[in-house]
Structures are given as structure tokens and as C-alpha cells.
């Protein structure tokens, strides 16, 4: 696995915070800092078949209100489903995408029963 440096310029605040956390579990920042990045990231598709990772990648460059539509099946997936789609429930892996992705640019999300109940 190959590693690539970047500079990164953080505001005070977050610095500080990422450095108490550090110093509190006796860890280096970048540590800290590899983690957070890590947890903070959208869902993976590693353990999704390929043919389905560009629609799903695709989802990205909705708004926020498209992909509560998608959630909530407002927002339909145009194409025709192919047999290995229909199969893995592609249309249930693109809400769960969609709502993965809110989550991930900070929306507070519904516990499952709320979300479906009325």
C-alpha cells in the first residue's frame, strides 16, 4: 500500500482538539488525525460488485434534498435493472447509500423507527 503526504492547514480549534485527543490516549496526532479521517469517510464500496460502484459513486454529486428523495423513494433509479441488480437489491443499496451519505455530511439521522413510521 502506497502512502502520499499532504499539507494540510487546520484551524486552531480543530488542532487543538485533535492534539488533547493525542496527548489523552498517548498517541501522535497523526494517529488521531488517520483515524478521524478514516471514520469521517463515506461508505466504502469494497465488499460492493463493481458494476455497481459508478451509479453509487454517482449519488455524490446530488444535494442533499435529492438524496433524501432517494431515501425515501421519491427520487427512482431510472435505468433498467439488470439481473445481478434485481438480485442484490440494488435499489435498497442505493437508499442505504444515499442515507450513508447525509449521515456522512452531518445531518442528524432518524432512528430506523422513526424513519418509517408516520
Partial sequence: MD???ILL?????????LQQIATAASTSLEEVL???IKTGLPPS?????QA???DLLAL???GDQELWRVITGEL????????EQRQADFVSLRRAYAFA??????????EPAEFFVE
Fill in 60 to 62: 455524490n454529486s446530488l
Fill in 3 to 5: 502512502n502520499h503526504q
Fill in 76 to 83: 427512482a433509479y431510472h435505468k433498467a435493472l439488470n439481473p
Fill in 52 to 54: 455497481f460502484h459508478a
Fill in 9 to 17: 492547514t487546520l484551524p486552531d480549534t480543530i488542532y487543538q482538539r
Fill in 101 to 110: 451519505l447525509l449521515k456522512w455530511r452531518g445531518h442528524p439521522m432518524p
Fill in 45 to 49: 464500496l469494497s465488499k460492493v460488485p
Fill in 34 to 36: 488517520l483515524r478521524t
